[in-house]
């Protein structure tokens, strides 16, 4: 309700129909509201949005990481960390027809002048176990055994992120284990170096997985499936044969162990 400040003709603070009166800076002002508010909701913008989403989501998730890895930067840039991520990987998010795809190997989460370390690939075992081995980077001729090697998960199937507890660098391997829902989950990971004077290295992406997967021909296999396999191939076989038949089965070989092979006649 709008309330008159000096008779019919003044001033009025408030609401009236569509208008509303208030003072800024010691002068009476009037604004009015919009009857609609056009907020059409095309292919185009929600690719837009689902493009900004992703990268606060991710920066969401990453937040730990960013502060032991961009904290300076983003200081020094007046920003949080959160949006120095998104300036510096907005890149890396792209929309195409398919879908929103993200260059997760070409993902800054560290920048700094710590010795960072080599890592070798993850191996995966059960129990959502992964040990990522690393060694000394020969390119940086000091570096302290004591700097904290640290290790980030970001899983695309879950929306969720992980930094994991850290490992000093003399122990040339960092083991961890993820909850029980990531089973089964592709994960993507993330390794930095932050030394004693709180210096964080430039991060390395480690590579991708399947939480208790190994991987073989580019396919994620489960951790049991050889075993199962096995099972399931000597149940079909047949139990009966013995010992002598195999070996009738196999290539004879020569004295000196190679394969025999008998030449066809012409």
């Excluded at 907005?90 to 027809?97: A, G, I, P």
Aim: aromatic share 10%; proline share 5%; net charge negative.
């Amino acid at each position: 309700m709008g309330k008159l400040l000096q008779g019919i003709n003044g001033p009025f603070i408030g609401k009236v129909g569509t208008n509303v009166g208030y003072v800024w800076k010691n002068k009476p002002c009037v604004r009015t509201y919009r009857k609609e508010v056009h907020y059409p909701n095309t292919a185009d913008q929600q690719r837009e949005r689902d493009w900004f989403v992703s990268m606060v989501r991710f920066a969401a998730q990453a937040r730990q990481a960013l502060v032991l890895g961009v904290h300076k930067q983003a200081e020094v840039a007046s920003m949080t960390e959160g949006n120095y991520f998104i300036n510096k990987n907005k890149e890396y998010f792209q929309q195409s027809n398919e879908g929103l795809v993200i260059d997760y190997a070409r993902l800054l989460l560290a920048a700094g002048p710590a010795a960072d370390v080599v890592f070798h690939d993850a191996v995966f075992r059960e129990h959502q176990t992964v040990s990522i081995d690393f060694d000394k980077n020969t390119l940086f001729s000091r570096a302290s055994s004591d700097d904290k090697v640290y290790v980030f998960a970001y899983s695309p199937d879950l929306k969720r992120g992980m930094l994991v507890s850290p490992a000093e660098r003399r122990k040339k391997n960092i083991t961890f284990q993820l909850p029980e829902d990531w089973s089964g989950a592709e994960i993507h990971l993330y390794g930095f170096v932050v030394d004693r004077e709180g210096r964080p290295s430039n991060s390395t992406y480690i590579g991708a997985g399947r939480v208790d997967h190994y991987s073989e021909g580019g396919n994620y296999i489960p951790l049991n499936k050889s075993w199962m396999d096995f099972v399931e191939m000597a149940n079909q076989a047949n139990l009966s044969t013995t010992s002598d038949q195999i070996a009738e089965s196999l290539p004879s070989t020569s004295d000196e162990g190679s394969a025999h092979v008998e030449t066809p006649p012409e």
